[in-house]
């Protein structure tokens, strides 16, 4: 069993349809909880973050975390074309990588297409 | 600010061929990683710096080497390349924190066949 599943998709939606991306996750010692956006043939950005269980929410994008069901979700309202793209969940712990930095666990990315 | 860079963005290589991916970071960022992305398999860390002079392993050290002698580069070197070392690499950087998640800032990725 892979650490973190995501549905890979292709997910169409229509302008101005709200999307739900989600991620389940197996390890309990996940702490901070990514989503990154990656625009075809670019490296991925990171979109918003939340640390350990909650809402939060930047604009159209909303992050949740439901840490006793161990699953993440990232809503997207008023899509538009412009947030065509793959987008990765990602997940560390607080532990850290020898030395310093956090080791991140991705998904495998779900892409996204906002049509007009 | 440059941000990550990777050079080359494509390269073609033929099995038992050795090549180095660059990257450099302008940010004076001390935590540097190389991932390598493949399809359905998601981002897998294969070396990570935290400093000049200082690398470690990540989850897929093997076929790969890496050097880290000043801040700014942190290039990734192939000895003998093999059909399963084709992926797209991407390089990235951050500022460490004395608490929290670090935000990492991605290059744009290099694009390896090996054939």
């Known amino acids: 069993q892979k650490e973190v599943e995501q549905d890979p998709g292709p997910l169409s939606v229509p302008e101005g349809a709200i999307v739900s991306l989600n991620c389940t996750y197996s390890?309990?010692?996940?702490?901070?909880f990514m989503w990154y956006r990656q625009y075809s043939r670019k490296g991925p950005e990171l979109l918003m973050y939340?640390?350990?269980?909650g809402n939060k929410e930047d604009g159209r994008f909303t992050a949740q975390v439901d840490k006793s069901s161990k699953y993440i979700s990232l809503f997207i309202r008023d899509s538009q074309p412009s947030d065509s793209a793959t987008y990765l969940c990602?997940?560390?712990?607080?532990?850290?990588?020898?030395?310093?930095?956090?080791?991140?666990?991705f998904g495998t990315g779900t892409q996204l297409k906002v049509e007009l | 600010n440059a941000g990550v860079t990777q050079t080359p963005k494509f390269r073609i290589l033929k099995i038992g061929q050795s090549m180095t991916l660059q990257c450099a970071q302008d940010?004076?960022?001390?935590?540097m990683y190389w991932y390598r992305q493949d399809p359905g398999m998601g981002l897998k860390l294969i070396y990570y710096s935290v400093g000049a002079g200082i690398t470690d392993k990540g989850e897929v050290p093997n076929g790969y080497n890496v050097s880290r002698s000043t801040t700014e580069d942190f290039p990734l070197r192939l000895e003998l390349a093999a059909p399963s070392q084709t992926s797209v690499y991407f390089c990235?950087?951050?500022?460490?924190?004395?608490?929290?998640?670090?935000?990492?800032?991605f290059g744009p990725g290099t694009r390896l066949l090996v054939l």
């Open positions: 990235a950087s951050s500022k460490p924190r004395d608490r929290g998640l670090e935000t990492q800032y």
């Open positions: 390890n309990s010692a996940f702490q901070y």
């Open positions: 990602a997940m560390s712990a607080e532990i850290v990588l020898t030395g310093g930095g956090n080791k991140l666990t």
């Open positions: 939340t640390y350990s269980s």
């Open positions: 940010m004076n960022h001390n935590y």
